[in-house]
């Protein structure tokens, strides 16, 4: 069995839970530190015979193509994490269109690949926002990595199903890559990476890694390059915000080594064509009926 491995390529100061103290007028003058980053993640991949797929922020692919180019170089896909890093639900459909379109075009001029994969920052296509998936179908997106099926403050996808599965939208359809979640007393947990990689006992995401594997089933682990950097700089931010997004950056690498010993990982592009002979018809139950609009 071989899960996924995905990073969202994005700065440091990118991250959504910093939007209210870093402006984006302010990221051309940042210090820029995810090519140090992405160059120890991919040397560690690379030791581990391990492949993942990238989810690139557009504006940052278009300031470090030769970085994107060394991935894309190294075996990994390249997938969209949007443009400027927008969570969906401060975009209207015609801004989400612009971002994934533009992001989709200049990721696929640098790589000189096909980009099939979308994720939504901070996984923001929630209930209400599906008209996103329209948009990724149309925009000629073959899978979607957003709907994360739980219950959390600001995201998640609650109705949406564990395992990888395929949507069927008025415009198509479009396969969808949940990250993944421990099922623990009847409720669904998240275990997918972040900062539940970092904050919480490692064998969390293990247990919902072996869960999946179960159920024969890949499942869908995540990381950001600056969560491998104890060094970047600090941010004044509020001491929450300061906990789950500095806590535990030291124990990443030490973790992810464990985790690519015990686990085996490929991007999700060389699942989405296994699903799709899995499921030929376009007649399986849709699981997210469109609602009137
Ligand atoms: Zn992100």
Same mark, same amino acid.
């Given at each position: 069995?071989? $899960?996924?491995? +995905?990073?969202? %390529?994005?700065? *440091?100061?990118?991250? #959504?839970?910093?939007?209210?103290?870093?402006?984006?007028?302010?990221?051309?003058?940042?210090?820029?530190?995810?090519?140090?980053?992405?160059?120890?993640? !991919? #040397? /560690?991949?690379?030791? $581990? $015979?391990?492949?993942?797929?990238?989810?690139? %922020?557009?504006?940052?692919?278009?300031?470090?193509?030769?970085?994107?180019?060394?991935?894309? &170089?190294?075996?990994?896909?390249?997938?969209?994490?949007?443009?400027? $890093?927008? &969570?969906?639900?401060?975009?209207?459909?015609?801004? @989400?269109?612009?971002?994934? =379109?533009?992001? &989709?075009?200049?990721?696929?001029?640098?790589?000189?690949?096909?980009?099939?994969? *979308?994720?939504?920052?901070?996984?923001?296509?929630?209930?209400?926002?599906?008209?996103?998936?329209?948009?990724?179908?149309?925009?000629?997106?073959?899978?979607?990595?957003?709907?994360?099926?739980?219950?959390?403050?600001?995201?998640? *996808?609650?109705?949406?199903?564990?395992?990888? *599965?395929?949507?069927?939208?008025?415009?198509?359809?479009?396969?969808?890559?949940?990250?993944?979640? !421990?099922?623990?007393?009847?409720?669904?947990?998240?275990?997918?990476?972040?900062?539940?990689?970092?904050?919480?006992?490692?064998?969390?995401?293990?247990?919902? !890694?072996?869960?999946?594997?179960?159920?024969?089933?890949?499942?869908?682990?995540?990381?950001?390059?600056?969560?491998?950097?104890?060094?970047?700089?600090?941010?004044?931010?509020?001491?929450?915000?300061?906990?789950?997004?500095?806590?535990? /950056?030291?124990?990443?690498?030490?973790?992810?080594?464990?985790?690519? +010993?015990?686990?085996? @990982?490929?991007?999700?592009?060389?699942?989405?064509?296994?699903? #799709?002979?899995?499921?030929?018809? =376009?007649?399986?139950?849709?699981?997210? &009926?469109?609602?009137?609009?």
């Amino acid at each position: 069995m071989r $899960h996924h491995f +995905t990073i969202d %390529v994005e700065e *440091y100061f990118q991250v #959504a839970a910093l939007e209210p103290y870093v402006p984006r007028s302010d990221w051309a003058r940042l210090e820029s530190r995810v090519a140090g980053q992405m160059e120890q993640l !991919l #040397a /560690l991949l690379a030791r $581990h $015979h391990a492949r993942a797929t990238c989810f690139v %922020v557009g504006w940052l692919a278009d300031r470090q193509r030769e970085l994107i180019r060394t991935i894309a &170089k190294a075996g990994h896909e390249i997938a969209s994490h949007g443009w400027e $890093h927008a &969570k969906v639900t401060t975009l209207s459909p015609v801004q @989400f269109r612009e971002s994934v =379109r533009r992001s &989709k075009q200049v990721l696929e001029e640098i790589a000189t690949t096909r980009v099939d994969g *979308y994720r939504a920052p901070n996984f923001s296509i929630v209930q209400g926002r599906e008209w996103a998936l329209d948009i990724l179908i149309e925009e000629g997106y073959r899978y979607d990595s957003s709907l994360f099926p739980v219950r959390r403050p600001g995201y998640g *996808y609650p109705t949406g199903r564990a395992d990888p *599965y395929w949507i069927e939208r008025a415009a198509g359809r479009i396969a969808e890559i949940p990250p993944t979640t !421990l099922r623990c007393a009847g409720m669904r947990f998240p275990a997918a990476g972040g900062a539940y990689f970092r904050l919480f006992p490692y064998g969390l995401v293990r247990a919902a !890694l072996r869960q999946c594997e179960r159920r024969g089933t890949p499942g869908t682990f995540y990381i950001h390059p600056w969560e491998i950097d104890p060094a970047q700089p600090r941010l004044a931010v509020s001491w929450l915000t300061s906990a789950r997004h500095y806590g535990g /950056l030291r124990r990443t690498l030490p973790r992810l080594e464990r985790l690519l +010993t015990e686990f085996r @990982f490929r991007p999700i592009g060389e699942t989405v064509p296994a699903l #799709a002979r899995a499921h030929p018809s =376009r007649r399986e139950p849709a699981v997210l &009926k469109e609602r009137s609009a």
